[in-house]
């Protein structure tokens, strides 16, 4: 990832661990230092998230803070994937997201980082 920028992949099933432990601390660290949040999620096509109630508070939690707290630090936020429901997740609900979010291909990676950098 470019320098100033957080980039995380998944595939497979998201657990309440993988918000907790991979996706909030690095986040975390940037919002408590005041910094500009710049993101990137890159979603691979066996991406699930499932209904686990614990990984619903996990993120809302999450969410809340960022977006609560936090939302003037949030500067961009691409979502890459060609998962077709979450393209149409972010096509409908992208403009609730703080910041400027984007939405790219998966074959797009270094267009996405490089916007995300930008």
Known sequence: MPEGALGFRAAGKLEVAD?????MPPI?????????????FVLYDDFEVGFDPRLIWADLM???????????????SA???NIDWLRRWMKLGGWIA?????????????EAK?????
């Not at 940037?30 to 500009?36: P, S």
């Not at 703080?98 to 270094?110: I, Q, S, W």
């Not at 490089?114 to 930008?118: H, K, P, R, T, Y």
Request: aromatic share 6%; charged share 35%; proline share 2%.
């Open 98 to 110: 703080p910041g400027e979010a984007k939405l790219f291909d998966l074959e797009e990676v270094d």
């Open 62 to 76: 999450a969410d809340f803070d960022i977006v609560g707290r936090h939302r003037d630090n949030v500067e961009r």
């Open 19 to 23: 918000v907790k432990d991979t996706i």
């Open 28 to 40: 975390s660290e940037v919002l408590a230092a005041d910094g500009k949040l710049r993101t990137m």
């Open 114 to 118: 490089a916007w995300v950098a930008g």
């Open 79 to 81: 979502i890459v994937t």
